[in-house]
C-alpha cells in the first residue's frame, strides 16, 4: 500500500493549542489552547463564534455534549454540541484545582472520560483513583483505588510531591474509554491498566516491554490512542518506538502485534487512527508526522512541519506538534509550538 501526506491549509495562526479534536460528525474542529478555545467549522470553513472556555475537554460519544475543565478553575463545565450553551457543570473543590499542584489532602482531577452510553463520567485523580459520577445528574457513584501510596511512589520512580512530600502521580495519569465498551484505561507511564468502573474490577494491565536496545531502555508511555472499534490501542514513548496492541484479550506479559523499527521517532506525543482503521499517524517532538501501515508499522509516508512563530524559537522547535486527530475523509489537523494550526490531506 502507498500513501501521501499534503499540506491544505492553515486555519488558526498564533494559537497556541494544546488539544485538538474532530467533533464526533467531523463538522467543528475544536482547539483548545493559551488564551482561548477555537472552533473551525468544516461545512462553511469559517471560525465559529462561542463562549467555550478554555481547558482539556472529552466529547459524549452521542454526540450531544462536551465536557471542559477550564485552566485554573475547579470546576468541570458541560455545553451542547448543538447550541455552545453550558448545561451542566461540577465542582471539583473539594479536592482542589484542576490542574493545579493542591494540598496535602486534595487531589486534583488530571483526566477524565465519558462511559459507552453517555450515561456515566469517569474521573481520573491524582491520589490515583478513578471516581465514576452520573451524568447529566453528576452524582458520584463509586471510586476505586487504581494505585496505593506505595505503588505510586514506585511508579514515579521514588519521586514524591516536592511540596508536601506525599506520593503523588507525577509521570501522568490520563483516564481514555476503550471504545465500544463500558472499560477505561489509565496510564501510568510505565504501564496501562483497565478497569471496569461499573463493577469496580481490574481488567487486566499492558507493562512496557523490554527495548530492543539500550538507545530505547528508559522509554514510558507518553500518549495512548484507541480504534474507533476498540480492538487496537496504539502507544507512543519518549524516544522510542510507535506500538501496537491487540486490546481483545489482556494480559501483563503481552507483546505489542508490532513495534516500528529501522528509525527514530523521537518523543512521540501524537497519535490518530483512520476511520476505516488501515492507517496510524504518528507526530511528536521532532515534528515528522509519520504515516503506517496497520497490518505491519511500515512507514508508508512521512512529512516535515515546518512553523515559526511571532515569538520567536522555544525549546522543542517551533516544528513540534503537541496533537492530532483525522477526520473520516482523510484530513488530519495538528497543533503545533509554532502557533499554528493546520489541515493536511492523507491519501492511500
Not at 270 to 284: I, K, N, P, Q, Y
Request: proline content about 4%.
Amino acid at each position: 500500500m502507498r500513501a501521501r501526506i499534503t499540506p491544505i491549509t492553515t486555519i488558526f495562526e498564533d494559537f497556541r493549542g494544546w488539544q485538538v479534536r474532530y467533533s464526533l460528525d467531523d463538522r467543528y474542529i475544536i482547539c483548545s489552547g493559551m488564551g482561548g478555545n477555537r472552533i473551525w467549522d468544516t461545512v462553511s470553513k469559517r471560525e465559529v463564534s462561542h463562549s467555550l472556555p478554555a481547558g482539556h475537554f472529552a466529547f459524549s460519544p452521542d454526540g450531544r455534549a462536551i465536557a471542559i475543565a477550564p485552566y485554573e478553575t475547579s470546576k468541570i463545565l458541560f455545553f451542547s454540541m448543538q447550541s455552545f450553551e453550558q448545561i451542566g457543570e461540577f465542582s471539583t473543590a473539594k479536592w482542589g484545582r484542576g490542574w493545579d499542584l493542591g494540598g496535602h489532602n486534595s487531589p486534583h482531577i488530571i483526566s477524565f472520560d465519558f462511559s459507552q452510553n453517555s450515561d456515566n463520567f469517569v474521573l481520573a485523580r491524582s491520589d490515583a483513583k478513578l471516581t465514576t459520577l452520573s451524568f447529566p445528574s453528576m452524582q458520584e457513584l463509586s471510586t476505586i483505588t487504581v494505585y496505593n501510596d506505595d505503588d505510586v511512589y514506585n511508579l514515579n520512580m521514588g519521586v514524591k510531591d516536592f511540596i508536601w512530600g506525599m506520593p503523588k502521580i507525577t509521570m501522568g495519569f490520563d483516564v481514555a474509554r476503550v471504545p465500544q465498551t463500558q472499560i477505561f484505561a489509565v496510564c501510568a507511564s510505565p504501564e496501562i491498566s483497565f478497569w471496569n468502573t461499573q463493577y469496580g474490577n481490574n481488567a487486566g494491565r499492558i507493562s512496557k516491554p523490554a527495548p530492543e536496545n539500550s538507545y530505547g531502555a528508559s522509554f514510558n508511555f507518553i500518549r495512548f490512542q484507541f480504534s474507533s472499534d476498540g480492538r487496537y490501542m496504539a502507544t507512543g514513548y519518549d524516544y522510542a518506538p510507535v506500538m501496537l496492541w491487540d486490546v481483545t484479550q489482556i494480559h501483563y506479559n503481552q507483546k505489542p502485534k508490532w513495534r516500528t523499527s529501522g528509525v527514530s521517532f523521537g518523543y512521540i506525543q501524537a497519535l490518530a487512527f483512520s476511520h476505516d482503521e488501515r492507517v496510524l499517524v504518528s507526530a511528536g517532538r521532532g515534528g515528522v508526522i509519520n504515516v503506517l501501515d496497520m497490518a505491519n508499522g511500515s512507514i508508508l509516508a512521512e512529512i516535515q512541519n515546518t512553523s515559526t512563530s511571532k515569538y520567536g524559537g522555544s525549546f522543542g522547535g517551533n516544528e513540534e506538534i503537541f496533537d492530532i486527530d483525522m477526520s473520516r475523509a482523510g484530513v488530519l489537523v495538528t497543533c503545533d509550538r509554532g502557533d499554528k494550526i493546520k489541515l493536511w490531506q492523507v491519501q492511500y
